[in-house]
């Protein structure tokens, strides 16, 4: 594959020169342990542009719904009014919302000099507490809750809903603090739903940091201004009161002509045990905002403007120490960003800039096991030309394909060739999705005859994103199956299990050849293939239509 492979020890910058022979029909790289890896006890962070946001025509929250995850156990979450995952609701006013689609962008303290947070948690939100401040009537601020679109939406998956009533939760309130200390609001009330569980100290009780050498389980300290700073303890929110995990913010005390600053962040809400330790299982969040791409990830440099993009490694890493539950629980950065017309080699240099910031941050947070998935989109309307899109695409595969290949904790997947290349609008998104059978899709309770669900147009009216939350569920399903596949090879007769059914397929062929019983592909089926199966033995990836199909299988 390389013609020439170096790696440079100070700058942590991996330079690969690749031949661009050998990708064509390749759907993946290095993905072989990431089925169960998905499986299991895991943090699963989406990184990207508006193709990662937390929305459900998105493919990372429609995995959520399609993929058998045996226990979703924590889901982070920006300050966001618009995301189907939790929703952070005022009732006070005025309120800015710190996002791409607002008219001042990443502008923030916007009663003060001009300052920019380009982090790209999506919603962050700010009070400025002037004369002008209205609390209208009541105490209330803030409010975080389940999106009731999202519970629906989660209920008919492969999964369900995130949390039943009688599930006991932790609640860990994220804010940004102002530059200036004094001018951040001092404290909090917090309520689950409508009963009081504690005051939350804004400046002075907030979690320690890993990073900085300290230890969250032994006291508080002081907020860092201009950072993403968390609350000192993780509060109760035991979704027993019918308020769909409903955690309320309020002022202890008139807040108007005091002229400080709140600006809440997010949230990440966790299921405890009995000894109200976190449950094992996938940990969900994001980072990503409306309106991404390259651009940021990587750069370690500050944004100087309302749209600038780029944030630092600063930044980043305390974002990804405040959002931590565990530093053993092994974490997988899924790098899933729309393609842009960019070169191999420039798509190879972003890829690497932001996997090394993630990984230096992760370095410095103390995380014991980090990996990256990177995805690559199908083919979209990128251009007006389909075939020069196809070769942008290409180059992005390419580079994620080599580094897959070069770097150990690095895997890759590719959509664009799982679609065998081809735009799915219209007339040849009808053909193929009839090619592979996807007149019947299923997926948790659904059943669903795709084709005429969405006519085979898969995209937006901007051709950029799926068009509704099938049309994600679709994406995000593929992209499973493409985990599954490499992971579950010795899976021959495609029920999630491997045993005994896999065993007696692999011995009815022996000594035939160009089958699927072939898992090694050597040419022949033989007593190292009866060793994968033994190797791969018991519960793998379970599979629905149409991928449980001979004709699916028969037309990869």
């Known amino acids: 594959m390389f013609t020439q492979l170096a790696l440079s020890a100070a700058f942590g910058i991996l330079f690969v020169v690749s031949s661009g022979h050998g990708t064509e029909n390749v759907h993946s790289v290095d993905l072989e342990h990431m089925a169960k890896r998905l499986r299991g006890d895991v943090r699963l962070i989406a990184m990207g542009d508006s193709y990662s946001s937390p929305f459900i025509a998105r493919v990372p929250i429609a995995a959520l719904r399609v993929w058998p995850i045996e226990h979703i156990a924590a889901l982070g979450s920006g300050a966001t009014t618009s995301s189907h995952t939790f929703i952070c609701s005022h009732q006070c006013g005025p309120v800015a919302h710190i996002k791409a689609e607002d008219p001042l962008g990443y502008t923030i303290e916007r009663n003060t000099a001009k300052t920019f947070f380009t982090l790209p948690v999506l919603g962050v939100q700010e009070i400025y507490t002037s004369a002008s401040f209205d609390d209208q009537g009541n105490n209330r601020l803030f409010e975080f809750k389940q999106s009731s679109s999202g519970k629906k939406y989660l209920s008919n998956g492969m999964h369900g809903v995130f949390a039943e009533e009688v599930d006991e939760l932790n609640f860990r309130l994220l804010y940004r603090c102002p530059s200036d200390l004094d001018k951040q609001l001092p404290e909090l009330k917090i309520l689950d739903n409508l009963q009081d569980v504690g005051i939350t100290q804004l400046r002075n009780g907030v979690r320690p940091l890993w990073h900085l050498g300290e230890n969250p389980a032994l006291g508080t300290r002081q907020a860092i201004p201009r950072q993403i700073n968390a609350s000192g303890i993780d509060y109760p929110a035991n979704n027993n009161a019918g308020g769909l995990l409903t955690m309320r913010l309020e002022q202890l005390e008139p807040l108007a002509g005091t002229n400080q600053y709140f600006e809440p962040a997010g949230c990440v809400y966790y299921h405890v045990d009995e000894k109200g330790e976190r449950e094992k299982g996938l940990f969900f969040s994001s980072i990503a905002d409306g309106s991404w791409s390259y651009s940021g990830f990587g750069s370690d440099a500050e944004g100087e403007n309302a749209f600038d993009k780029n944030f630092s490694l600063e930044q980043f890493t305390y974002w990804l120490d405040v959002t931590t539950l565990d530093r053993e629980q092994p974490t997988v950065f899924m790098w899933f960003l729309a393609p842009e017309q960019l070169s191999y080699q420039t798509s190879l240099h972003r890829m690497i800039n932001m996997m090394n910031q993630a990984d230096e941050s992760a370095k410095r ?115 499973g199956e493409i985990i599954r596949d490499a992971g579950c090879i010795a899976d021959v007769v495609p029920d999630g299990l491997i045993n005994t059914t896999d065993l007696l397929s692999i011995i009815s062929h022996i000594g035939e050849g160009d089958v699927e019983q072939d898992i090694n592909e050597d040419g022949i089926v033989n007593i190292l293939d009866l060793l994968f199966v033994i190797d791969g033995w018991g519960d793998c990836w379970p599979v629905q239509a149409p991928y449980n199909t001979p004709a699916f299988r028969s037309s990869r």
């Open 365 to 479: 947070v103390g995380l014991t096991t980090v990996e990256h998935l990177i995805v690559i989109g199908s083919l979209f309307s990128l251009t007006g030309d389909l075939e020069v899109t196809r070769e942008f695409i290409r180059n992005q595969q390419r580079a994620a394909f080599d580094l897959a290949n070069a770097l150990p904790h690095v895997s890759a997947a590719s959509l664009f060739a799982a679609t065998d290349e081809v735009l799915l609008s219209g007339n040849s998104g009808i053909s193929w999705l009839l090619y592979k059978g996807f007149d019947q899709f299923e997926f948790g309770s659904n059943n669903l005859n795709l084709i005429e669900e969405t006519n085979g147009n898969l995209f937006d009216q901007w051709g950029i994103h799926p068009a509704s939350g099938d049309a994600a569920a679709f994406f995000a399903s593929l992209l």
